[in-house]
Every structure is written in structure tokens, then in C-alpha cells.
């Protein structure tokens, strides 16, 4: 269920984009990011035309590279968590491992596109850096407007809400047990609004102070470690929270699924077979094969 949200960043825009293979209409959009990808970019800043050429052969190759080499290791994460959502009880521990392969992921992603994404930064007149920071800027105004201006209390209600809508379309109507896990779920997150804001912004001055200088021979190295080292700029209290919230959503979905009718399980498994297919109908040659690392 991996969304592409406005308020990510560019040089992650690319990242996340690729694993759009957890939305729905996945062939349509997979199909399509060729041309998805620069409109969305064009929401941070205006690439002129040669910065459009010179981007275009190399957003296709990383979608290559992806298709042939990332989507059998989903097709196989897939299956693997198909098969513990299925268990009567599903174990929180397999689940929260299956959670923490999603980094790994995001990882290959953000290592294939460093090179680009260094590149492509380092194209940028002084105008547009200033459209991107304005861009940036507009994004976290409006997260501040949704997430930490309402009071915790609000926020807390709204964690839950968005928490309900999200899963609506995987297991139906929830039942009364289930929407009282969720909101306790959402109580004991407590202030993380204000937490995962702050860290966001501490990465982004990081991002500043790299693109200030990229034309200086460190720029790379600063780009690299900003994409592939994204905790490395977490706060102690953020990065001890990552693993527990984590943990925290896989007992939630645990004990959802504990409590889920055979009219929830049976939509769940028909939304996961629904996502495979997609996704196999987007596999290009494999360099990859099933018993390796995956995801």
C-alpha cells in the first residue's frame, strides 16, 4: 500500500514512484511512469529542455532495471506474506520481519538512482534550487496544517481514521473489536506527528546544505550518504522509535486479522492474488531468481 504523496522530496520522488507496484491499478501505473515520473517532478521544479532529454533515457533504464530485477523479489515477498496474513494468528515477529524487508527495498531503489540523482542536481540553475526549496517549503507548511496544528487529541483521531481507510479496501468493514484496536494503536503513537516532522526537516537541511555546494567534489559523497544513509540523520529518539513502531504495526495487523470474519480474510487474499497478477504482468527478463535475499 506504498502511496506517492506530494510532500516527498525529489531526489525520493523517483524512489517511490517505482514501488507503485503496491497501489492498485498497478499495470496501468507501472506502464506509465515513463511519463508519470517527469510530471511529477515538474511539481518541485521546471526542467528545461535539455535537462528533460538528459533525463528521460535514464529514468527508462532504472524502470528496466527495476521490471527485470525488483518485481520477482515483491512477486516472492508477496507469496511469503501471503502465507503468514493466512496463519489463524498471524505471529507479530514474521510480520515485523516482513515489514523490515521493505527497507531493503527502498535501499537497492535509492542505490540505483543515486548516480542520476547526484547528476541531476548538480544540472540546477540557482532559479530552480530556489523553486524546489519554495516547493519544499509549501509541503511542510501544509504538513504542519495536518498533522501538529490540530490538537493531540485530534491528531490522534485522525491517525486512527486514516489507519481505517487504508485498510477498508484490504479486509472490508471493519468490525467494532477491530476499530477499538485501531484507535488504541493510534493513542499509544502518541506525539510521533511532531517527531517524524521534526526528522523530516533535519534531513532537509541536510539536502540544503548539499545542494549549496554541488558543484564542490564532496557533493556525491553528501548526495550518497543523504539517499543510501537516510536514518544516519535521525535523532537518537526517532531512530530508537523506528523499530518500535514498526513492531507496534505488526502486532496491530496481528490482532486485526485474529479478530477478521472469513468475509475479511477471504477479500484479503483476493486483493493479494489481484496484486500478484499485476505485478507478474509487468516482469520483464529476470536476473533474479526465487532463494536469494528478497525482498
Known amino acids: 500500500m506504498t502511496l506517492l504523496p506530494r510532500h516527498k522530496t525529489l531526489v525520493w520522488l523517483v524512489a517511490l514512484s517505482l ?136 491528531q490522534i483521531a485522525e491517525r486512527g481514521e486514516r489507519m481505517e481507510e487504508r485498510l477498508r479496501p484490504w479486509l472490508g468493514r471493519l468490525n467494532e473489536s477491530q476499530r477499538a484496536r485501531i484507535a488504541r494503536w493510534a493513542n499509544d503513537m ?37 539517499l543510501q544513509q537516510r536514518q544516519s540523520y535521525f535523532d537518537a529518539e526517532f531512530r530508537a522509535a523506528y523499530p518500535r513502531n514498526r513492531m507496534a504495526l505488526a502486532e496491530l495487523f496481528g490482532d486485526l486479522l485474529a479478530s477478521a470474519d472469513a468475509r475479511q480474510r477471504s477479500r484479503l487474499q483476493h486483493r493479494l492474488r489481484d496484486l500478484q497478477r499485476d505485478l507478474a504482468e509487468q516482469l520483464c527478463a529476470p536476473p533474479w531468481s526465487p532463494g536469494e535475499p528478497a525482498p
Not at 195 to 220: G, H, K, T, Y
Request: aromatic share 8%; hydrophobic share 45%.
Open 190 to 226: 502518541g506525539g510521533q506527528n511532531r517527531l517524524w516532522l521534526d526528522n523530516r526537516m533535519r534531513w532537509q537541511e541536510a539536502l540544503r546544505d548539499a545542494i549549496a555546494v554541488r558543484r564542490s567534489a564532496d557533493f556525491p559523497e553528501r548526495i550518497t550518504r543523504l
Open 19 to 154: 514501488l507503485l507496484g503496491a497501489c492498485s491499478r498497478v499495470g496501468l501505473v507501472y506502464r506509465n511512469l515513463d511519463w508519470l515520473l517527469p510530471w511529477r517532478l515538474n511539481d518541485y521544479l521546471q526542467l528545461d529542455r535539455a535537462q528533460r532529454a538528459w533525463l528521460q533515457p535514464r529514468l527508462r533504464a532504472h524502470l528496466a532495471w527495476h521490471c527485470s530485477s525488483e518485481l520477482l523479489r515483491y512477486l516472492d515477498w508477496l507469496q511469503r506474506t501471503g502465507v503468514v496474513l493466512a496463519q489463524p494468528r498471524p505471529d507479530a515477529r514474521q510480520l515485523a520481519a516482513q515489514l523490515a524487508q521493505i527497507d531493503g527495498a527502498l535501499k537497492r531503489i535509492a542505490v540505483q538512482i543515486t548516480p542520476t540523482s547526484i547528476e541531476l542536481l548538480r544540472r540546477l540553475s540557482d532559479r530552480q534550487v530556489a523553486e524546489l526549496y519554495a516547493a519544499i517549503d509549501e509541503d511542510n507548511r501544509e504538513l504542519y496544517e495536518d498533522y501538529l496544528e490540530p490538537p493531540l487529541a485530534m
